[in-house]
């Protein structure tokens, strides 16, 4: 272009400066940069934002920033870059300081710093400021703003939340094409609802990519519903749909859940030579944990030291947590000095071996391990539960006074415990990490979150109402034997999602088959 003489102008900056879009162009953007300057288009809206974009896809955030300051005729577009700027690397109170200072907003405004705070975790503000943007005349969701509210509903289990951002695309007509349609099902297969996802699964008709096939296959396995997450990837492959890698994740994951060890490495067999798609370190960490949840360590071992890249910390934890359940000392201590290797600060992974110690009464151990967190800050998790009632939100603590209405909680515990002995519940005390007596060992399992935050919903809802609750930690055996005996003695269909899978509790039993 330059050859022959065509001078560029303000529209060619912006289409050369997309393709940097990774830090190996940085120095080549810095050079069209100059290129702006010597040609004097460095205060033009449109390659501002566009210099704005460059930098914060080639990682170089000052530099972004730096372009936003010398700017002396921002308009929306260049203040919306720099918020997704600073979501992209984390710094969502960053984010939301400009934000705040910005003149005017439009639904790019809202739909940006709404998606910065799912990003990083912020799941409740991100609910809060959309709740904010609700009350503006002069803006209005669309498609993009509610596809990360719906993540944030699914992240936090607040089903209610969700059907209301469901009822509201319905209302204003929204379009659910297959990327809206499949944060749908995601946020209701997260949040529980397992039905409604395929309610929204069956209505996209024809239009359901492997995206949609996918999403419903993974939520299904978490469900536990193995053999149905198993007959809808035949279904797919009959309806000419090409799996990818994701979709293989879901389908390890149904075997996995459902205890399924030679389906499982049926597909992994499947994945290359009939579709031709080479496992990922993903793949190879479910087969690792089928196979350690179904006691075959030794073939788990196998998997992780053929496997053709290096374990990464879900691959050892998986060996771990298997390992765990099946009494393996040696491998339990092996698997966790790999975890410390990778990630020094994993306090799951002390967790775990203190967990298999104390099952054999090794108290000296369990003490060592707890030194040793101690020695090296280390701090466990605390647990953690969350619940929904009436569109608000609560969350629960292990041990938790905090809540307005503790003592109601306790007292509300306490007969629901007494009436569960009066039935023959004795506590599992196997897992509590704690030297005491049997009493004393029942009172710690006895303030777990989950516990908590069931008493509360049976305080502030009509009986029989179902109750769901969203945990950060493995449910541990004593709460799960807890929930399969007040789903029965109150007939209240109890709905846990906790970190690896959901459990639904209903007249006495559990959807996993107390396979978890």
Excluded at 245 to 250: K, L, R, S
Excluded at 385 to 406: I, K, M, N, R
Aim: aromatic share 10%.
């Amino acid at each position: 272009m330059r050859l022959h003489g065509v001078q560029p102008d303000n529209r060619t900056f912006p289409f050369l400066l997309q393709s940097f879009n990774s830090i190996r162009y940085l120095q080549s953007g810095k050079l069209f940069h100059a290129q702006v300057f010597l040609l004097g288009f460095d205060q033009d809206p449109f390659v501002q934002t566009s210099l704005i974009h460059m930098y914060s896809a080639c990682g170089d955030l000052t530099l972004a920033r730096q372009v936003f300051d010398e700017s002396t005729q921002r308009d929306l577009p260049c203040w919306n870059s720099i918020i997704d700027a600073y979501a992209k690397v984390g710094l969502v109170d960053a984010a939301r300081l400009v934000f705040d200072e910005m003149p005017e907003r439009n639904v790019i405004s809202w739909s940006c710093m709404i998606k910065a705070y799912v990003m990083c975790g912020g799941y409740k503000e991100a609910l809060a400021l959309f709740r904010e943007m609700q009350m503006l005349d002069s803006v209005r969701p669309n498609e993009f703003t509610m596809s990360s509210i719906l993540l944030a509903c699914g992240r936090l289990g607040a089903l209610e939340h969700g059907k209301w951002v469901h009822a509201y695309i319905d209302k204003y007509g929204m379009r659910v094409d297959v990327v809206l349609g499949t944060a749908l099902m995601n946020m209701y297969a997260k949040c529980g609802s397992i039905e409604r996802a395929r309610g929204v699964f069956d209505s996209m008709g024809s239009r359901k990519d492997v995206m949609a096939w996918s999403s419903m296959i993974s939520g299904l396995a978490m469900h536990g519903h193995a053999v149905e997450s198993l007959e809808f990837f035949a279904e797919m492959i009959k309806s000419g749909v090409r799996p990818n890698a994701v979709t293989f994740v879901g389908v390890l994951c149904a075997c996995v859940h459902g205890g399924l060890v030679n389906e499982g490495k049926e597909y992994f067999r499947r994945m290359d030579d009939e579709f031709g798609i080479k496992p990922l370190i993903q793949h190879y960490g479910c087969i690792v944990d089928l196979y350690g949840r179904a006691g075959l360590i030794s073939d788990a071992w196998k998997v992780v030291i053929s496997m053709p890249m290096e374990p990464d910390v879900l691959v050892w934890g998986a060996l771990l947590s298997g390992a765990r359940m099946h009494r393996d000392i040696e491998t339990s201590e092996i698997a966790l000095n790999k975890l410390i290797q990778l990630d020094p600060t994993n306090s799951a992974a002390y967790v775990l071996l203190s967990n298999v110690y104390a099952k054999m009464g090794k108290w000296s151990e369990v003490r060592r391990v707890r030194d040793l967190m101690e020695e090296r800050g280390i701090k466990k998790v605390p647990g953690c539960s969350l619940v929904e009632v009436g569109g608000v939100l609560h969350e629960f603590f292990v041990g938790d006074d905090s809540h307005p209405a503790t003592r109601e909680i306790y007292m509300m515990l306490d007969e629901i415990m007494k009436r569960l002995k009066m039935r023959g519940f004795v506590g599992n005390t196997s897992e509590a990490l704690l030297q005491l007596d049997e009493e004393g060992k029942e009172l710690a399992l006895l303030f777990h979150s989950e516990k908590l935050a069931l008493a509360f919903c049976f305080l502030k809802t009509t009986p029989g109402t179902p109750i769901q609750i969203v945990k950060n930690l493995r449910i541990c055996c004593d709460c799960h034997d807890a929930m399969k005996m007040i789903s029965q003695e109150f007939n209240r269909e109890i709905v846990i999602r906790d970190c690896n899978r959901f459990h639904h509790f209903r007249e006495g039993l559990c959807s996993c088959k107390d396979y978890w």
